[in-house]
């Protein structure tokens, strides 16, 4: 059982910054794509960032420039450096992954974490 684990949200004022973590765990062989969703109130879950194993990064052109996401292919994590923080990134923010190789099979489908609030507020 694959599962996904967020960590490191919270408040923060408006141009602040903020290091989202996530780690995934079960027996996992290979990960292709591993990144960041997030859903604001009232919203629809929007991408923000996501790295593929070989290839380029994508992130929302809302956030280029000011976020940054970074893997460790080895220990299955992926990380989301948020810097000059808005108001609107307030969302919960949901670990990401898909494209998974686990004891000799590989599924095409995707893992969610549970997601991390993140507050932007002064």
């Known amino acids: 059982q694959v599962q996904l684990v967020e960590s490191g949200g919270g408040l923060v004022q408006p141009g602040g910054s903020l290091r989202l973590s996530c780690a995934a765990s079960?027996?996992?062989?290979?990960?292709?794509?591993m990144g960041w969703y997030r859903q604001a109130p009232g919203k629809e879950r929007e991408l923000v960032a996501i790295m593929t194993r070989v290839g380029p990064t994508n992130y929302a052109d809302s956030v280029k420039g000011r976020f940054t996401v970074s893997r460790d292919i080895a220990r299955n994590t992926v990380v989301l450096q948020m810097s000059s923080l808005k108001r609107e990134d307030t969302a919960v923010y949901y670990c990401y992954a898909n494209g998974v190789a686990t004891m000799g099979l590989f599924y095409s489908g995707e893992y969610w974490g549970k997601g991390t609030l993140v507050t932007v507020s002064s």
């Open positions: 079960g027996s996992i062989e290979s990960i292709n794509n």
